[in-house]
């Protein structure tokens, strides 16, 4: 076999998951990269999304085992010699992938990237390639598999933050809190005085209620079964909160707002919500349902659901407004974010499948 001596590879730790349920299991792993167009970063923190969870609960043990985590936060330790926006020692938060070259991307548009399937959840480059093949793992997931001490990312997913914040702090920004903040901001252009209802308060809707908060809806409703949760939503901008175990959510939402809501934002992924959803639409509201169909549906009187991915956010320009939101106090998402050491990653996973935890950070190193 022909050795290329210019292939670095590299030992890194990472959580691996090989059978369905889990558990993850921290091992050593070679890594080839990066790539003339790619970043190695050292992964500081990582989020853990309801994405890592559905995945590792549906995986079937056929497949290869992977690395999952797509909420990473790290130092950038080497750079490819295309990447011209970023530095060795820079500070970075990493999101999705996308192409950056069909129609969608180039007109920036990068959540509607004709590849964005392949890209986030193929579990390799878009040629193919994996670069942990050595190791038998396959990694890539949103382009980055932050369960890890080491990840690769692209100029596309990877954000330039300041260095004066916490890594860790920063970490969620890339997944959960950009699509609960910009479903509301970007996809749904909510305004002043529009009212609004989010199904489910778990991270994704709690970014949602903020940002509801931040752009003067009224009123706010925050629908869960969890009191924890529905308290926090009312600290953090609902302005009327209905637990669904105890309540008639229908009726509810007319008392508070005479007739419907002109915005839902539908985070349970229960079709019986979404359908519940529909029934408290104004004429000519819209359903955003953030499950990760994408499309838009069109209902009776002007009434639409639309799929949203990611909020509709670029990345490099919607994560440095969360992070200004953030450090004004706007956008106080640390609230619900719980740490906990890389080893405790099932743990994390099961606090946060209990809904005893909200946001399950993960610190995988220093800074």
């Not at 175990?245 to 915005?263: A, C, K, P």
């Not at 990653?345 to 610190?363: E, F, M, S, W, Y």
Request: hydrophobic fraction near 40%; charged fraction near 20%.
């Amino acid at each position: 076999m022909a050795h290329h001596s210019d292939v670095q590879v590299h030992k890194i730790q990472a959580a691996v998951l090989r059978k369905k349920g889990g558990p993850l299991n921290i091992e050593s792993l070679q890594m080839e990269g990066p790539r003339d167009d790619e970043v190695l970063v050292r992964i500081v923190a990582s989020g853990i999304c309801r994405t890592d969870i559905d995945i590792c609960e549906d995986w079937d043990s056929a497949n290869t085992p992977v690395v999952l985590g797509h909420e990473g936060a790290g130092v950038v330790e080497q750079v490819g010699k295309l990447v011209k926006g970023v530095k060795q020692g820079d500070h970075v938060v990493l999101s999705y992938q996308s192409c950056g070259h069909c129609r969608q991307c180039r007109s920036g548009h990068p959540t509607d990237c004709s590849r964005f399937w392949e890209a986030n959840f193929g579990f390799e480059r878009l040629d193919g390639s994996n670069a942990m093949q050595r190791s038998g793992v396959r990694g890539h997931f949103f382009g980055q598999s932050s369960f890890a001490t080491h990840a690769l990312a692209t100029e596309r997913n990877l954000v330039k933050v300041p260095k004066d914040l916490p890594l860790e702090m920063l970490a969620p920004l890339g997944c959960g809190m950009q699509t609960g903040a910009g479903t509301v901001m970007n996809s749904l252009k909510a305004s002043k005085g529009s009212s609004i209802a989010i199904f489910g308060t778990g991270a994704v809707g709690l970014a949602a209620v903020m940002a509801a908060r931040i752009v003067e809806a009224n009123p706010i409703i925050g629908v869960d079964i969890k009191p924890r949760r529905l308290e926090l939503a009312g600290e953090l901008g609902a302005t009327h909160v209905i637990n669904n175990r105890l309540d008639d959510v229908n009726s509810r939402i007319t008392d508070i707002t005479g007739s419907g809501v002109d915005y839902l934002v539908e985070t349970t992924g229960d079709w019986r919500m979404q359908l519940l959803g529909i029934g408290v639409l104004n004429s000519h509201g819209t359903l955003a349902d953030l499950t990760g169909r994408s499309g838009t549906y069109s209902l009776t009187e002007g009434r639409k659901i639309i799929g949203i991915i990611q909020g509709d956010a670029i990345p490099q320009r919607f994560i440095p407004k969360l992070i200004t939101l953030f450090q004004e106090g706007e956008f106080p998402f640390d609230r619900f974010v719980k740490f906990y050491d890389f080893n405790e990653v099932n743990q994390a996973i099961a606090d946060a499948q209990r809904g005893d935890t909200i946001k399950p950070v993960l610190r995988i190193s220093h800074v």
